[in-house]
């Protein structure tokens, strides 16, 4: 005969897909430890009540940790009719101890036990996916530093534009990251603020220490209404927002990289640990580590947006459709560890062609350096912009390079140029002639890596 956890006003069984339909089992088990955890602590917060003994206290906490070791050991049999980790645990706790179990639920209720259980579960997640987040951070840094000699052309429209450092570029991204970096850091108290102690809706009617129960379970402070407690998921929301912040910067890095790694740009080669080949083209190496990053970019906002959609129009408090969480945050937070270690393993085992980089500078990409001489003589910078405009005209007519004008085909343009124009061109020069913060010369390169190592130290 089953017996549900729920079953006192009931009579009839409950329908076999319905069954399915509305377990959770399957899929929260993987927060059995985090249950029992947090099980523990409520007894011991009931014990200080005096709504249950001393005595009752430890039969609960020892027949806790027998059920948290046959988790651990592979060895819990799931019964059917457990619905979720929640009445499983519970079911097996009365196998162990008897009718004693039953007190352990007293003012409980799934509702502030699930945002509880997760929000533990989470926030130990959250402190490994920002180490692989700082991590790639680091890889970056480290390369910017390594390699903060070499040149690159620069994009907008992805049309060549200006010389920049290929540390710059690689610095661009890590901006991104810290930001995702402060993002998640900054969200994390907010996961790990207690639910517990405030029952299905209304609050808790034992007296229990809600502040002393936060300590215990290692939270930072406790959810200040209670029909706000079983009511957010917002701790979700985020965590997801994060994630679908952080992956559009990995998919934009990656796209950017699998353009430098294509046969026309040849400026990035990506090791073989990281690619894979084709099975019909015997010469193909092909980017599948980057396509993945940016592929699962999609899948992640996806499921961001399916659980905005899942919360919006719930009334207040606890809703069932709220369960439907789990498993988009379970993939949101697996799919991240995965995407953010291959993105620094890529990041550190690709090797770069610097000639390719300077072969895919040209003269025209220093028509702005030009404008930039004749500003430096006080002709303002609109009529640079023509003058130098006129010069890749007819440089264009001419079929030479921007670079091979001479002294004779410039003057006509604007008498201010001199012999030392030829000084220009140069798209070293290019890049050390952007020497503000942020710019892309070597001391303002190397100052944004500093800057970074500083922050990965100090925060
Ligand atoms: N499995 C449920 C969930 O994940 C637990 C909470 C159930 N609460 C309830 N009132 N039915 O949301």
């Given at each position: 005969e089953k017996k549900k956890l729920w079953g006192g006003r009931f009579s009839e069984d409950i329908d076999p897909l319905m069954e399915k339909f509305n377990e959770s089992l399957s899929f929260d088990r993987r927060m059995a430890q985090e249950d029992i955890r947090g099980s523990k602590g409520y007894a011991k917060a009931l014990a200080k009540t005096g709504i249950i003994t001393d005595d009752e206290r430890d039969q609960l906490v020892e027949g806790l940790g027998k059920v948290a070791e046959e988790w651990a050991a592979d060895a819990f049999v799931?019964?059917?009719?457990?619905?979720?980790?929640?009445?499983?645990?519970?079911?097996?706790?009365?196998?162990?101890?008897?009718?004693?179990?039953g007190k352990l639920h007293t003012g409980r209720s799934r509702n502030d036990q699930v945002a509880t259980d997760t929000r533990m579960w989470l926030r130990d997640q959250l402190v490994l996916l920002r180490g692989h987040l700082r991590q790639l951070i680091a890889v970056a840094v480290e390369r910017a530093e390594r390699e903060v000699d070499v040149v690159m052309p620069g994009f907008t429209h992805l049309q060549s534009a200006q010389t920049v450092r290929w540390s710059h570029w690689l610095l661009s991204h890590a901006a991104a990251w810290q930001r995702d970096d402060m993002r998640i850091a900054d969200l994390m108290p907010r996961v790990n603020t207690l639910p517990l102690g405030s029952g299905a809706l209304a609050g808790n009617p034992f007296g229990?220490?809600?502040?002393?129960?936060?300590?215990?379970?290692?939270?930072?402070?406790?959810?200040?209404?209670?029909?706000?407690?079983?009511?957010?998921?917002d701790y979700v929301a985020e965590t997801m927002f994060w994630a679908s912040a952080?992956?559009?910067?990995?998919?934009?890095?990656?796209?950017d990289l699998i353009i430098y790694s294509s046969g026309q740009f040849g400026m990035v080669k990506l090791s073989d640990a990281y690619s894979t080949g084709s099975s019909l083209m015997p010469q193909k190496k092909n980017p599948d580590a980057l396509e993945l990053l940016r592929g699962k970019s999609g899948r992640i906002l996806g499921t961001l947006t399916g659980f905005l959609a899942v919360m919006k129009g719930t009334p207040t408090t606890y809703n069932k459709d709220f369960q439907e969480a789990w498993e988009g945050l379970f993939d949101t937070v697996d799919t991240m560890s995965d995407c953010l270690q291959i993105a620094a393993g890529c990041l550190a085992t690709l090797s770069i062609d610097p000639e390719a980089m300077r072969r895919g500078l040209s003269a025209d990409m220093l028509a702005t350096d030009l404008a930039e001489y004749l500003v430096r003589r006080g002709v303002p910078f609109r009529e640079t912009h023509h003058i130098s405009g006129a010069a890749v005209k007819l440089a264009e007519d001419k079929k030479c390079a921007l670079s091979d004008l001479t002294l004779e085909?410039?003057?006509?343009?604007?008498?201010k140029f001199e012999a030392d124009v030829v000084d220009i061109w140069s798209y070293d020069k290019s890049a050390e002639s952007r020497d503000t913060e942020g710019g892309s010369s070597r001391r303002s390169v190397l100052e944004q890596c500093a800057k970074l190592r500083r922050y990965l130290e100090e925060t």
């Open positions: 799931v019964k059917s009719g457990d619905e979720d980790i929640h009445t499983a645990n519970e079911r097996r706790l009365g196998e162990l101890i008897g009718p004693v179990a229990v220490d809600r502040q002393a129960l936060a300590a215990d379970l290692a939270f930072e402070r406790v959810c200040p209404n209670s029909m706000d407690a079983v009511s957010d998921r952080t992956m559009i910067h990995l998919s934009r890095w990656s796209e085909d410039l003057l006509p343009l604007c008498d």
